[in-house]
């Protein structure tokens, strides 16, 4: 489903020199499969992930979704794209302060193929009974917690239920057991609607439960050995 | 934190929002701008009134001064001279007059002294007190009057005075160096015995200026009271100051009245410019809190950047104002010219300044002390890390929807108590109504977007949607926008209409007041506009009446009579004058009545505020103080006619028994049934000479030149309202372009998590600024209406003229389009450039 070869992003720096961001980095996310990413601050994973959101050129190297490139679109496919292929979760947490969390979660929707509102929440009510949003579902978005939030993001990038997901720390914002829901949630969303699953995380939780675990270092994708990586993984403790 | 620290702080800071900075310092400095422009251009006037009588007085104490524009036998000079306490006396002698070179013209007062005047130290005479100045056959001529004249040194004017031209050389033209704010003034200097051979009052003088024993003052006085008799009258020297103020009262209190509407508008343009940072703000003060700062540190911090900012954008908006009060807002003295040589000079009084540098550096520390006191209040530490919580003090506030609405209910009742009982206070009427405006804008906007959410879902896009949810949470930034369009437009309407329904109010007195006859004969000059500049009749009556067309004349008199401190238009026309009372201008009295006792004789017709100062009663008698006192009774009380120290009429009879003179002011020319007025008006002029000093106008032309004196009197009030909506565009484009601005990083993430195009987005951020803009914009129209109303009660009050009671809805619709259209038109700009933020922006922490 996502085919990354050989990517190249490098940043000139103020003093002259050159960060490697990715030096020729490669991995494959097919459908139905669940990878986790590992990697520390500065390791080029948010870069990975903002050239497969079509946000930003690599200096080299591709990016394909499902066998077309996403490189260098034009804006209205990118648009496109983001809708329809792509389900994308930025830790950012950004909500339309205004709406309820069930009109949050349903723009991507009545952005793209669905024009009635009805129709939008009717179609994103799973998704947040799902992720245990359901009695918070007519709240303003803003009088969500911060988890409650990361939750109503998850449901929203998945909302058009498209066949690539990217997540930036899903769980970052989650204490152990609803880290391990929202997870399992990914693994079966992968497993039985064949949705490709890309988690960049630190969250140690998550090699339980992708089929792939990556780690990215200086630039390098390599595989996750437990113990050797243990530094890229943090535990959450949170009440 | 010491200085140093905040300074490098604030430095910082600004590196990360210089846009958002920029626009709310834009913001601030229109507001100022506005405050210092419309104040230096209010009190230009009174100040270039003060130089001319300061400069020509110099040390003088006292004056003998004429009632009779004719003025007296200068051989009482030497009477006064003799008077024991005396040190000095200087004659005067000045008179209008209208000054030609070739086709362009300018009304003048000459001013005739000599070198005893110089010696006494006024500035505009201080260089002639050589004994050689008395044989100046020549005249000086102010900077100002030498360029309309476009005459300098060694050339030549025409000079049309008392019914006589004489051509006169120019002996030098004196600058601001010289004259200071009096070089713009309407004036023309020359020696008193050449003033007295051009005019024919040889050996007369209005003025003679008394420089006396300090210990002695009233012993002096009382001589100079003997001397004078009953035909003159003792004054002190700076008396013609007292009258300005009197005579520029009405317009300086309703100008006044404008300023300090358009002040309160400055402010509140400057406070809302920082209001729409609040959310930065709050961002800052929630990230010091988690940083571990005190509360001490946070508040010096957040105060450091108020002044730095209300600082920066006060200077910026003290030179602005400064371009606009000398290029777009001068100071135009308009009818006030009439009876002074006031002119268009530009005084900046350091108090200005300094109110207007407070006044956006009070609105910077005001604003920036709101998001510290709601952040105290509703926004923990954690909150730095959440966007939206930042905004949360606006959310929680519009759940209140009655409390702000009891609010401005009240403040509405209170703002009616003044309309009805104390018009005169309107500037606090002005203040409660605004007040109830800003409280029913947030219950308003609540009520729109409701409406709004029902209905977005009938409409097949995700623009609606986000520009409603936007709306929703009704932030301090959107309300600030809001609030900054709703003063923008209240401004504009009330002030707008007020000026109009004053003109209107006017406009049937102009028509009244020239429509007596079907020609006017009169001396050149715009200052004669109301027809007060002596001339004698004998020879143009005759020349007139032979003209083809004319049926009959008759002779009009009437000049200017100082009665306490007022400057009091005196109206004469002949006993067969149509109408001699405009109809429409009587107040109290029957107007047959009292037409057919003004044609009798013995009575008059006086100006409401005059009896009441003089406490004249109708049907009894009062003495008046003509330069012959006449003991008339009062037949009917009028308005002021437009003139706002207030007239009087009598016919033209008692006024020549008054004034002790055969002089008239001007001929009325009646036309045959068969004449045409254009016409005969020709074969008027050719009659007299085509170079004769008179102007010859038909009723419409008289009415006309009526017409535009006073609309150039009210120009400033429109120059108010123009300014306050160029300010509004300016300050509403500027507050809604920083919060456009601010979105970027969420425009970001809506681009790369939901696929929203930038064009979408675009539709989103303008429908969401329509909204915000309608709102204000329709609000303000509405309480703009109201205000008008206020202003009307009040103008009518402390000016006395006449004023027309609409309600001026086209003026409100027009400003409410204009502000809205054009504030759009603005920030689509800054609405497509963020629109257009690169989609990795949301990756940015």
């Known amino acids: 489903m996502l085919e990354v070869r050989d990517l190249v992003k490098h940043y000139p720096t103020p003093g002259g020199e050159t960060v490697r961001a990715l030096d020729g980095v490669s991995l494959n996310v097919a459908a139905g499969e669940f990878v986790a990413l590992y990697g520390p601050s500065g390791s080029g994973k948010t870069t990975l992930l903002t050239i497969v959101a079509a946000a930003l050129v690599p200096d080299a190297g591709d990016v394909r979704v499902d066998s077309r490139s996403v490189i260098g679109l034009p804006e209205r496919e990118v648009s496109l794209y983001r809708q329809r292929e792509l389900g994308l979760m930025l830790p950012t947490h950004n909500v339309i302060a205004g709406l309820t969390a069930i009109d949050n979660a349903s723009l991507k929707l009545l952005a793209g193929s669905v024009s009635k509102r009805a129709e939008a929440r009717r179609r994103v009510e799973p998704l947040l009974r799902r992720l245990g949003l359901a009695a918070r579902a007519q709240h303003r978005a803003t009088d969500l917690s911060l988890g409650e939030r990361q939750r109503l993001m998850l449901a929203a990038a998945l909302s058009t239920d498209p066949p690539l997901l990217v997540a930036d720390e899903p769980t970052g914002s989650l204490d152990t057991a609803r880290s391990r829901d929202v997870l399992a949630f990914l693994r079966e969303r992968s497993h039985e609607r064949g949705t490709a699953v890309l988690v960049a995380t630190h969250d140690p939780q998550a090699t339980a439960f992708a089929d792939t675990v990556y780690t990215l270092r200086d630039g390098l994708v390599g595989a996750f050995d437990r113990e050797r990586d243990a530094d890229l993984t943090t535990t959450l403790h949170r009440s | ?845």
Not at chain 2, 492 to 518: F, V
Not at chain 2, 522 to 538: I, K, V, Y
Not at chain 2, 560 to 588: E, K, N, Y
Not at chain 2, 655 to 674: I, K
Request: positive net charge; proline residues 5%.
């Open chain 2, 1 to 845: 934190m010491s200085l140093r620290n905040l300074w490098w702080f604030y430095r910082e800071r600004l590196r990360a929002r210089r846009v958002q900075e920029l626009f709310a310092l834009v913001g601030i400095a229109v507001g100022v701008a506005l405050l210092f422009a419309v104040q230096t251009a209010n009190q230009s006037l009174s100040a270039s009134a003060s130089q001319l009588t300061e400069g020509l007085t110099g040390s003088a104490q006292l004056q003998l001064k004429a009632r009779d524009p004719r003025g007296f036998p200068g051989t009482l000079l030497r009477e006064v001279e003799a008077i024991d306490g005396v040190d000095a006396a200087a004659p005067v002698l000045e008179f209008p007059a209208n000054a030609v070179n070739g086709q362009r013209e300018q009304s003048v007062t000459v001013l005739a002294a000599d070198p005893r005047l110089a010696r006494m130290g006024g500035r505009l005479v201080r260089d002639y007190t050589d004994d050689r100045f008395s044989d100046l056959e020549a005249v000086v001529l102010p900077s100002g009057v030498a360029q309309s004249l476009d005459v300098g040194f060694g050339g030549w004017v025409t000079l049309q005075a008392a019914g006589r031209a004489e051509r006169v050389p120019v002996a030098t033209v004196a600058g601001q160096e010289l004259l200071g704010a009096v070089a713009e003034s309407p004036l023309l200097i020359t020696s008193l015995p050449y003033a007295q051979k051009i005019t024919g009052l040889r050996g007369r003088v209005t003025r003679i200026y008394v420089t006396a024993d300090p210990s002695r003052i009233s012993e002096v006085t009382g001589a100079l009271e003997k001397i004078a008799g009953d035909q003159i009258d003792v004054r002190g020297a700076d008396f013609d100051a007292a009258v300005f103020a009197n005579l520029a009262m009405p317009n300086d209190n309703s100008t006044s009245l404008f300023a300090g509407i358009s002040a309160l508008v400055g402010f509140l343009f400057a406070f809302n410019a920082m209001l729409v940072m609040a959310r930065e703000r709050r961002r800052t003060i929630a990230e010091m809190r988690l940083a571990g700062y005190r509360s001490r540190t946070v508040v010096q911090v957040m105060l450091f950047d108020a002044v730095v900012l209300g600082t920066a954008a006060s200077v910026l908006g003290v030179v602005l104002g400064a371009a606009l009060s000398r290029f777009a807002f001068q100071p135009d003295p308009g009818y006030l010219a009439i009876a002074f040589p006031v002119g268009a000079g530009r005084v900046i009084e350091p108090l200005t300044v300094a109110l207007a540098f407070g006044c956006g550096l009070l609105a910077a520390v005001a604003a920036a002390m709101v998001p510290l006191i709601g952040a105290y209040r509703s926004v923990g530490p954690m909150d730095a890390i959440r966007d939206d919580a930042l905004d949360r003090g606006g959310r929680n506030a519009q759940r209140s929807f009655w409390a702000p609405a009891a609010g401005a209910a009240v403040c509405l009742a209170a703002t009616t108590a003044v309309l009805v009982l104390a018009p005169e206070a309107a500037l606090a009427g002005m203040a409660t109504l605004i007040a109830a405006m800003l409280l029913i804008l947030r219950p308003a906007l609540g009520i729109v977007v409701a409406s709004l959410n029902q209905i977005r879902s009938r409409v097949r896009s995700v623009v609606p949607t986000i520009a409603v949810g936007e709306l929703m949470s009704a932030s301090t930034r959107s309300l600030a926008i809001v609030a900054i369009a709703a003063i923008a437009v209240f401004g504009t309407t009330a002030i707008e209409g007020a000026r109009g329904d004053l003109q209107r109010g006017l406009d049937p007195n102009a028509r009244e007041l020239a429509d007596t006859t079907d020609l006017w004969v009169s001396a050149r000059g715009a200052s004669n506009l109301l027809a007060t500049t002596p001339f004698d009749a004998e020879g143009v009556a005759r020349r007139v009446e032979s003209a083809p067309g004319v049926s009959s004349v008759s002779l009009y008199r009437g000049s200017f009579l100082d009665t306490g401190d007022r400057r009091m238009l005196v109206i004469a026309p002949p006993r067969d004058s149509r109408t001699p009372i405009p109809p429409t201008q009587l107040l109290h009295g029957d107007l047959a009545q009292a037409t057919a006792r003004v044609r009798a004789g013995g009575w008059a017709v006086a100006s409401e505020a005059i009896v009441r100062e003089q406490g004249w009663k109708l049907g009894e008698p009062f003495r008046l103080e003509s330069p012959h006192p006449l003991t008339l009774r009062l037949a009917g009380i009028s308005t002021n006619f437009g003139w706002s120290p207030g007239a009087l009429v009598i016919n033209a009879d008692d006024y020549r028994a008054g004034w002790g003179s055969d002089a008239v002011s001007a001929v009325q020319v009646a036309l045959a049934p068969s004449a045409a007025a254009a016409v005969a008006q020709r074969a008027v002029v050719m009659a007299l000479g085509d170079s004769a000093p008179f102007q010859v106008q038909t009723a419409a032309q008289r009415e006309q030149s009526f017409r535009t004196t006073t609309r150039a009197g009210l120009a400033r009030l429109q120059q108010i309202a123009a300014l306050l909506i160029g300010a509004a565009a300016l300050a509403v484009a500027a507050a809604t372009a920083a919060m456009i601005w601010q979105r970027r990083r969420q425009l970001a993430d809506h681009k790369l998590s939901n696929g929203i195009s930038a064009k979408s987005l675009w539709k989103a951020l303008l429908l969401e600024c329509t909204v915000l803009l309608g709102v204000g914009a329709t609000v303000g129209a509405a309480f703009g209406l109201y205000g008008q109303q206020l202003l009307d009660r009040a103008l009518g009050t402390v000016t006395g003229f006449p004023v027309e009671h609409t309600i001026g809805i086209p003026a409100a619709l027009a400003s409410l389009v204009l502000v809205t259209v054009i504030t759009l038109l603005i920030a689509a700009v800054p609405g497509w450039l963020a629109a257009r933020v690169p989609a990795a922006a949301a990756f940015d922490q």
